[in-house]
């Protein structure tokens, strides 16, 4: 009987629904959480695909799952792929493909990296050319992590004076400065397999526990907009399981955060419904990757990009 694993951290409510569901369908395929006892170079696991939820903060876990993806395990999401990607490259990448994304610049880290000093900077410039960016960006702006999630050391930037006194807060962290878009409507957007989606109004200026509490209704033709960005987004990232973020400006869907290969799906936050259907899509979805997978071959999901590059093929 195939296998179904799921690596999870301290979340409960949404890794205990996807086991349940997986083996209630009776669809001859088992799943469970992962269990590691060891890890030797080169060896599979008893795992057909393995859905990480915790990777991105154990760097043991990333390497397990490398030797998994190695030996024929669908990990979802690609491990490789997940450790090379970040919120810049996702923004580059999205103006090569007609999606819109804010004004955004990346900035170099305001303290020096560990075992570096002046001289490993010799080819950047000081001062940055800071007028020239600012005047690029605009303000208000918000500044992030290039490669963050969470919510975690988000500022929102009033003037030069404030992005001065907040960058200087940032240490090593290399940090995103980025056009604000002030929307009428907000929506995150769960994409799962490639081709499941599910449009769900969302108010990221509510409290956390607040936000999928949104009274935003898009006419049919602006959910097929947006599910049309969704899916785009996600076949050249290549994306198993993601959340997009788009904020209407004017009407124009702009693709804000993109790049959260292990998207909230707690039961508390999004609410019953959404929970129930994200735990259904996922479930199905792993099943389908469980029986379609090939023993002892590279059953990994790789994006448009990675595809059109290696073919040196133009993007779109």
Not at 292 to 309: M, P
Request: glycine content about 6%; aromatic content about 14%; overall charge negative.
């Amino acid at each position: 009987m195939k296998k179904i694993g799921i690596l999870f951290g301290q979340e409960r409510t949404f890794p205990q629904a996807f086991i349940e569901r997986v083996n209630s369908k009776n669809a001859g395929i088992e799943a469970e959480a992962v269990h590691i006892n060891k890890v030797a170079q080169g060896e599979p696991t008893e795992y057909s695909v393995i859905i990480d939820r915790i990777s991105q903060d154990v760097p043991f876990y990333r390497a397990y799952l490398k030797n998994a993806a190695l030996t024929g395990t669908a990990v979802i999401n690609n491990p490789f792929w997940w450790s090379a990607d970040e919120k810049f490259f996702n923004n580059c990448l999205a103006t090569k493909i007609n999606v819109p994304v804010p004004k955004t610049v990346i900035l170099p880290s305001r303290e020096l990296p560990t075992d570096t000093a002046d001289q490993s900077f010799s080819n950047l410039a000081y001062p940055l050319d800071w007028d020239g960016i600012f005047q690029y960006i605009g303000f208000p702006a918000y500044m992030k992590p290039f490669a963050g999630g969470g919510w975690k050391n988000v500022y929102k930037l009033n003037d030069m004076a404030d992005f001065f006194s907040k960058h200087a807060e940032t240490g090593q962290l290399v940090m995103l400065l980025q056009e604000e878009i002030v929307f009428e409507e907000y929506y995150r957007c769960y994409c799962i397999g490639g081709k499941y989606v599910r449009i769900m109004p969302y108010e990221p200026r509510n409290p956390h526990h607040l936000r999928y509490s949104a009274s935003f209704k898009p006419s049919p033709e602006k959910l097929k907009e947006m599910e049309e960005i969704v899916l785009r987004i996600n076949k050249y990232l290549g994306y198993d399981f993601n959340t997009v973020e788009l904020a209407l400006r004017d009407g124009v869907p702009y693709a804000i955060d993109f790049c959260n290969p292990a998207p909230d799906a707690d039961l508390k936050s999004v609410g019953e419904e959404n929970f129930a259907w994200v735990v259904e899509t996922a479930a199905t979805y792993a099943i389908e990757k469980a029986k379609s997978n090939k023993e002892g071959a590279d059953n990994l999901t790789w994006g448009e990009y990675v595809r059109t590059s290696a073919n040196k093929e133009a993007l779109i």
